[in-house]
């Protein structure tokens, strides 16, 4: 170790994270001492990595945090998470953020500060890349001065802004390519909230529990969008076809356009949302490149729909991963089932049950069926209502059934997994 340039140690020691372990690390030898204190790249003071921060005053954690930072010359990437056990005071906050601003790429921030620091204001106009903010406040955005012209991850969560500093900072931001948008409390001018956005860098976006009506999203760039906990009379995205992971949890949408950015989607997750079939049909219907659609806890709008297995064969012939979960009604199983059409290139199939039925055994053998070249089956149930003697003999009869049917598909990986 003696023979390493002192560089590469303060290279390793970027890779430590913890700064607890970083400075115990530099106590080794005066080299590494001198790496820790010209070549350390990366700290990252986290309540969790070390129980001995919640046996601190926080007049404390801000003198080591203090300490630490000051002795570093050229740090890139600073993290600071804090329980909600502290608050810090705005001073030291600011002394921190002064002093690595110019050398700063990545800041990962959530402390409760009183009073509020303006992190936008100590951080604009350099050379950060990656900014995530948890319980800020975000006030006066001036794009003109707060300008970040690297930054290209954006996250912001529990964090309180109006709608117009929102637009002006996604503006402030001309080259970015990533953006978290979770639990925000934002103040709306408008009777009807709405947000609008528009970026022809951004590849990724993630949009959870935002008080809004309406989502107008133009990107012509986009390749992941995920939707979660979101209730809305309207989302619309424009763009230009480049969407390739599509994601929507647990979200009410009255109105779902996503155009004609289809037809490049290669994995499309769908999970506890309501489905009206022919309009989610039409909507994927051009994305003959799908390679993986998993349709999970889903509901469909009318009682007698279900998942068309047949179109589905035609309509995404690459698929090679298919998972389904949904309650089945009876009597329609049969049409779900119907056609001949296989899926020649699913590898990997997933089928589940809320409520187990009889129906879900000949789901099971109707799909296996229809997948020549499968090589893992994995089954998923919920057991935390399996009361009833009935109940409990379904379980036992799928159980005996499953074993049965798996001697005639040897080659086929089973696995079960139960809630």
Not at 99 to 126: D, F, M, Q, S
Not at 152 to 161: E, H, M, T
Request: proline content about 3%; charged content about 20%.
């Amino acid at each position: 170790m003696e023979h390493l340039p002192v560089e590469v140690v303060g290279n390793i020691l970027s890779h430590v994270g913890a700064a607890r372990d970083v400075v115990i690390a530099s106590m080794t030898c005066r080299k590494w001492r001198e790496a820790c204190r010209k070549h350390l790249q990366s700290l990252s003071f986290n309540s969790d990595d070390w129980q001995g921060y919640r046996d601190l005053t926080t007049s404390q954690i801000e003198i080591l945090i203090t300490q630490t930072i000051f002795q570093t010359m050229g740090l890139q990437c600073l993290s600071i998470h804090m329980d909600d056990k502290h608050k810090f005071s705005a001073a030291p906050v600011i002394a921190w953020l002064m002093y690595t601003r110019e050398t700063l790429r990545n800041l990962h921030y959530n402390v409760r500060t009183t009073p509020n620091v303006y992190i936008l204001e100590k951080c604009g106009r350099h050379k950060l890349e990656m900014l995530e903010l948890d319980h800020n406040t975000i006030s006066g955005v001036d794009p003109s001065y707060q300008r970040f012209p690297f930054l290209k991850v954006l996250s912001l969560r529990s964090v309180n802004i109006s709608a117009l500093d929102l637009s002006l900072l996604f503006a402030a931001c001309p080259g970015i390519e990533v953006l978290t948008l979770d639990h925000l409390e934002i103040v709306w001018s408008d009777a009807q909230p709405s947000m609008e956005l528009c970026s022809s860098t951004l590849k990724s976006i993630y949009i959870k529990s935002l008080g809004v009506d309406k989502i107008v999203l133009e990107a012509d760039n986009l390749e992941s969008l995920h939707l979660h906990a979101l209730n809305l009379d309207l989302f619309e995205l424009i763009g230009k076809g480049s969407l390739k992971h599509l994601r929507i949890d647990d979200v009410s949408v009255t109105h779902l356009d996503i155009g004609d950015c289809t037809e490049n989607l290669e994995a499309v997750d769908v999970s506890n949302f309501t489905i009206m079939w022919p309009k989610f049909y039409q909507m994927m219907s051009r994305a003959s490149k799908l390679r993986r659609l998993r349709l999970w806890s889903v509901v469909f709008d009318d009682d007698d729909e279900i998942v068309d297995l047949e179109t589905t064969a035609v309509c995404f012939p690459h698929l090679r991963h298919l998972s389904l979960g949904y309650d089945l009604k009876d009597g329609l199983l049969h049409y779900g089932l119907q056609g001949s059409s296989p899926f020649e290139n699913v590898l990997v199939l997933e089928l589940g049950w809320a409520v187990i039925s009889e129906q879900f055994g000949h789901l099971v053998v109707g799909m296996i069926e229809r997948c020549p070249n499968l090589k893992k089956l994995v089954i998923h149930g919920v057991l935390s209502d399996v009361k009833t003697r009935e109940e409990r003999q379904l379980l036992a009869n799928f159980t005996s059934f499953m074993v049965c049917l798996m001697r005639k598909y040897v080659h086929v990986d089973l696995q079960f997994e139960y809630e």
